[in-house]
């Protein structure tokens, strides 16, 4: 694995795709332990107004907060740590873990940016590691826009528009996609049992720690420590 030719790529990109980087074993052992937390029908965690106005539906688990050191060894993997030093320089910080479980007949998400994008130094770098394999017959595909990182604001529009550049992403067990903050980025709808990523979320150096806590959306900005739409983005007054 060439970390330097894996940096260039996700700093042209926004994006970079790594197959087979964590083994099946491990990759099971933690599905496990992410469907023995959700079971199959988890109660949404967000409020209905979130939900139909981001057109997301995926409920967050934090595992580390409450204590499942499980999740600490992909963290600390040494192949993972030294790409992201080469992606993102020294002193860069881990954020949080943050698994994302969508059940079936969910929406995914909606094309989003997961922080402003007005300070081009300033984002959140997502690690994400997919526990089980992705399928077209499954959904669930994650699909980006490549070196829309670049390219500041989501434009406004259709909370979920097929873009001629878009490329989408069917991550198989063990593949892991780095993927930066300010790429413009979505999931396709679930029509399997269910979907699940885990992210383990980094920044470089001089990041705010509350980096991700306002995301953009094409139709608003939502900030989730108060639970409230910051800035309507269809709205055309003040
Ligand atoms: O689950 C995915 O594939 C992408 C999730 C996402 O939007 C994120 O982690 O910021
Ligand atoms: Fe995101």
């Given at each position: 694995?060439?970390?330097?030719?894996?940096?260039?790529?996700?700093?042209?990109?926004?994006?970079?795709?790594?197959?087979?980087?964590?083994g099946?074993?491990?990759?099971?052992?933690?599905?496990?332990?992410i469907?023995?937390?959700?079971?199959?029908?988890?109660?949404?965690?967000?409020?209905?107004?979130?939900?139909?106005?981001?057109?997301?539906?995926?409920?967050?688990?934090?595992?580390?907060?409450?204590?499942?050191?499980?999740?600490?060894?992909?963290e600390?993997?040494?192949?993972?740590k030294?790409?992201?030093?080469?992606i993102?320089?020294?002193?860069?910080?881990?954020?949080?873990?943050?698994?994302?479980?969508?059940?079936?007949?969910?929406?995914?998400?909606?094309?989003?940016?997961?922080?402003?994008?007005?300070?081009?130094?300033?984002?959140?770098?997502?690690?994400?590691?997919?526990?089980?394999?992705?399928?077209?017959?499954?959904?669930?595909?994650?699909?980006?826009i490549p070196?829309?990182?670049?390219?500041?604001?989501?434009?406004?529009?259709?909370?979920?528009?097929?873009?001629?550049?878009?490329?989408?992403?069917t991550?198989?067990?063990?593949?892991?996609?780095?993927?930066?903050?300010?790429?413009?980025?979505?999931?396709?709808?679930?029509?399997?049992?269910?979907?699940?990523?885990?992210?383990?979320?980094?920044?470089?150096?001089?990041?705010?720690?509350?980096?991700t806590?306002?995301?953009?959306?094409?139709?608003?900005?939502?900030?989730?420590?108060?639970?409230?739409?910051?800035?309507?983005?269809?709205?055309?007054?003040?």
């Amino acid at each position: 694995m060439n970390h330097k030719e894996l940096a260039e790529q996700f700093w042209t990109q926004g994006y970079v795709v790594i197959e087979d980087f964590f083994g099946a074993e491990l990759m099971d052992y933690y599905n496990q332990i992410i469907l023995d937390h959700f079971g199959l029908e988890p109660e949404f965690f967000h409020n209905d107004e979130f939900l139909e106005k981001a057109a997301t539906e995926v409920i967050p688990w934090f595992p580390q907060q409450e204590g499942v050191r499980a999740f600490d060894m992909v963290e600390s993997d040494p192949n993972l740590k030294e790409l992201t030093q080469n992606i993102l320089g020294d002193d860069w910080q881990s954020l949080y873990c943050m698994i994302m479980f969508s059940k079936q007949g969910t929406k995914g998400q909606a094309w989003h940016q997961d922080c402003a994008p007005e300070d081009a130094r300033k984002f959140n770098m997502n690690r994400l590691v997919y526990t089980s394999d992705i399928t077209p017959e499954i959904g669930g595909q994650t699909v980006i826009i490549p070196g829309s990182h670049r390219r500041g604001e989501l434009t406004i529009g259709d909370v979920n528009e097929d873009f001629r550049d878009q490329v989408v992403l069917t991550p198989k067990k063990g593949t892991v996609v780095f993927l930066h903050g300010h790429t413009w980025h979505r999931v396709l709808p679930v029509a399997g049992e269910y979907r699940v990523s885990t992210n383990y979320r980094s920044m470089p150096a001089g990041t705010p720690e509350n980096i991700t806590d306002i995301c953009v959306y094409r139709n608003m900005r939502y900030k989730f420590e108060t639970n409230e739409i910051v800035e309507d983005r269809l709205s055309t007054g003040v």
